[in-house]
């Protein structure tokens, strides 16, 4: 569910158990109520999650899921699992409803198709004048730190965009401190 406004997301992962499959491009029709209200497929972004390795020491590491990156049609291992992002800002005029369509996407030879719904709430949140929204930004660290300038911009803006109003941000120097 989502309020008119805001970012409405899904996130699901497709898994391949048995052979090597190649995985086409997720597709999303339209959104639509019993009573004609659309949500159009073209202002829903598709996207993929990429995994990053992070050295924890000399031996081991974490494989974290980090980067929301365009989709890409990938050859998809046995046993292997591809994580897609689906987003999209609901209008603030956006009618009360739930919403309803289907993602398709093609495994191999097997086209396979999903149900979407995104119930839209009656009503709009509002946020406080007194209330301070803050992370804690990674920029200080790998990947983050290696980020081009356009990247790094990039990620300040769609902390804001969701809402953050506040970082807590560990500069590491004066350099940083600079940037």
Not at 89 to 118: D, F, K, S, W
């Amino acid at each position: 569910f989502v309020t008119p406004g805001e970012y409405a997301v899904w996130h699901f992962a497709l898994h391949n158990p048995k052979e090597p499959r190649r995985l086409e491009r997720m597709t999303l029709g339209a959104l639509k109520t019993g009573e004609g209200h659309e949500i159009p497929a073209s202002a829903l972004t598709i996207s993929q999650v990429r995994f990053w390795d992070y050295p924890r020491g000399p031996y081991t590491y974490y494989n974290i899921p980090e980067l929301i990156e365009p989709q890409a049609p990938v050859d998809l291992d046995a046993g292997a699992n591809r994580i897609f992002w689906v987003q999209n800002r609901i209008p603030e005029t956006c009618p009360a409803g739930v919403y309803t369509g289907a993602a398709r996407v093609v495994c191999g030879t097997t086209a396979i198709e999903l149900p979407v719904r995104l119930r839209v709430l009656p009503f709009t949140l509002q946020s406080p004048t007194n209330m301070v929204w803050a992370v804690y930004s990674r920029q200080h660290v790998r990947p983050q730190k290696d980020y081009p300038e356009e990247l790094a911009v990039r990620y300040y803006r769609d902390m804001a965009d969701y809402g953050v109003t506040a970082l807590h941000h560990t500069m590491g120097s004066e350099a940083g401190v600079r940037k």
